[in-house]
T-cell receptor, first 111, second 115 residues
Framework: QKEVEQNSGPLSVPEGAIASLNCTYS??????FFWYRQYSGKSPELIMS??SNGDKEDGRFTAQLNKASQYVSLLIRDSQPSDSATYLC???????????WGAGTKLIIKP | DGGITQSPKYLFRKEGQNVTLSCEQN?????MYWYRQDPGQGLRLIYY???????QKGDIAEGYSVSREKKESFPLTVTSAQKNPTAFYLC??????????????FGPGTRLTVL
């Protein structure tokens, strides 16, 4: 079992709809969770971080964390073509503060 | 402007050659990291450094070397011992152990190709 798992996609969503991206992790003691966006050929860009159970909203983005079920999700409301990218989930390894990365979900927003 | 710079953007290596990738940051971050990204895969940690003059191996350190003589700089050398070095190399930095967690910020990357 991978430490951080994501569906590779592609996930295709119509413009204006809600895109839902999911990530599961194996280390029960992880405390910090991050979503990064990576455009093709570019470096990852941090878009959301979450540390407590529940929802955290920032503009069109909402991160959801459920530590009991060991998953973290990212919702993108009113999806735009510019949201088309690969979304990487990262989880801290508490023992040494390293981040463990999922392979990413490719999101395609169709106009 | 604060940020992380990497150079060169593209690098071509011949068989048996050592090459050095540059990473500089002016964010005053203590911690710096080198990752490798291959197509369709997540980031894999090569080396990291939490403080000047100290660094630790990550998950795939074989064939690579680093130094951390200055807080701002963390160069990565890809040696001839690295048998499959073609990849996208990413440098990142963070404030280690901060209350906000371990948010890492990335440079633009160096794409290395073996000829």
């Amino acid at each position: 079992q991978k430490e951080v798992e994501q569906n590779s996609g592609p996930l295709s969503v119509p413009e204006g709809a809600i895109a839902s991206l999911n990530c599961t992790y194996s280390d029960r003691v992880s405390q910090s969770f991050f979503w990064y966006r990576q455009y093709s050929g570019k470096s990852p860009e941090l878009i959301m971080s979450i540390y407590s159970n529940g929802d955290k909203e920032d503009g069109r983005f909402t991160a959801q964390l459920n530590k009991a079920s060991q998953y973290v999700s990212l919702l993108i409301r009113d999806s735009q073509p510019s949201d088309s990218a690969t979304y990487l989930c990262a989880v801290n390894r508490k023992s040494n503060y390293q981040l463990i990365w999922g392979a990413g979900t490719k999101l395609i927003i169709k106009p | 402007d604060g940020g992380i710079t990497q150079s060169p953007k593209y690098l071509f290596r011949k068989e048996g050659q050592n090459v050095t990738l540059s990473c500089e940051q002016n964010l005053n971050h203590d911690a710096m990291y080198w990752y490798r990204q291959d197509p369709g895969q997540g980031l894999r940690l090569i080396y990291y450094s939490q403080i000047v003059n100290d660094f630790q191996k990550g998950d795939i350190a074989e064939g690579y070397s680093v130094s951390r003589e200055k807080k701002e700089s963390f160069p990565l050398t890809v040696t001839s011992a690295q048998k499959n070095p073609t990849a996208f190399y990413l440098c990142a930095s963070s404030i280690p152990g901060a209350t906000v967690g371990n948010e890492q910020f990335f440079g633009p990357g160096t794409r290395l190709t073996v000829l």
